[in-house]
T-cell receptor
Framework: GQNIDQPTEMTATEGAIVQINCTYQ??????LFWYQQHAGEAPTFLSY????GLEEKGRFSSFLSRSKGYSYLLLKELQMKDSASYLC???????????FGAGTQVVVTP | ETGVTQSPTHLIKTRGQQVTLRCSSQ?????VSWYQQALGQGPQFIFQYYREEENGRGNFPPRFSGLQFPNYSSELNVNALELDDSALYLC?????????????FGEGSWLTVV
């Protein structure tokens, strides 16, 4: 099975940078995803890593180290609309079968 | 807009009743996965359907069952509802050939069991 850990909550001010860490233990690996979920809404795709290294996509970047079972999501130039839950999700076999972490609630303050 | 539609959006059921939730997948997507998300938690994998066959199941009892139709839309059925079944039920559709951003979630069905 898998075990995925991420912090419960993080607070940062508008314009700042926040890094959300995700550690995992797994016997198989087929990709690590980050999703954003606003309260009461569906998760929306942010990033995907299958190889080690950094993937940059505008204000969001995601990093993966498979040997360390570690990923992070970096949110730059925080905006109020970035207040949401951020979900780390692992897929180990067929596409669309995820093991999700419990989510990190990011609160952006003025 | 993800192209994945779920219905109903909200419903209230009584303990012991049965419920059917529906998901219409995005065009060209032949795989549908269902998730249960309790308040304050991450989604938990229930099962996946690929070309009308179940393709893996999470740690849910048999009273959670599903179906996929020839047009790849899907249903989730839950029998003998319990209070703990109250949650947001999400479906996600994906194609069989995968790349990072081709898994799309619907808006979910909020189920309250009283």
């Amino acid at each position: 099975g898998q075990n995925i850990d991420q912090p419960t909550e993080m607070t940062a001010t508008e314009g700042a940078i926040v890094q959300i860490n995700c550690t995992y233990q797994t016997s198989g690996f087929n990709g690590l995803f980050w999703y954003q979920q606003h309260a009461g809404e569906a998760p929306t795709f942010l990033s995907y890593n299958v190889l080690d290294g950094l993937e940059e996509k505008g204000r969001f970047s995601s990093f993966l180290s498979r040997s360390k079972g570690y990923s992070y999501l970096l949110l730059k130039e925080l905006q109020m609309k970035d207040s949401a839950s951020y979900l780390c999700a692992l897929t180990t076999d067929s596409w669309g079968k995820f093991q999700f972490g419990a989510g990190t609630q990011v609160v952006v303050t003025p | 807009e993800t192209g994945v539609t779920q219905s109903p959006t909200h419903l209230i059921k009584t303990r012991g009743q049965q419920v059917t939730l529906r998901c219409s997948s995005q065009s060209g997507h032949n795989t549908v996965s269902w998730y249960q998300q309790a308040l304050g938690q991450g989604p938990q994998f229930i099962f996946q359907y690929y070309r009308e066959e179940e393709n893996g199941r999470g740690n849910f009892p048999p009273r959670f069952s599903g179906l996929q139709f020839p047009n790849y839309s899907s249903e989730l059925n839950v029998n003998a509802l319990e209070l703990d079944d109250s949650a947001l039920y999400l479906c996600a559709s994906s194609p069989s050939a995968h790349s990072g951003n081709t898994i799309y979630f619907g808006e979910g069905s909020w189920l309250t069991v009283v």
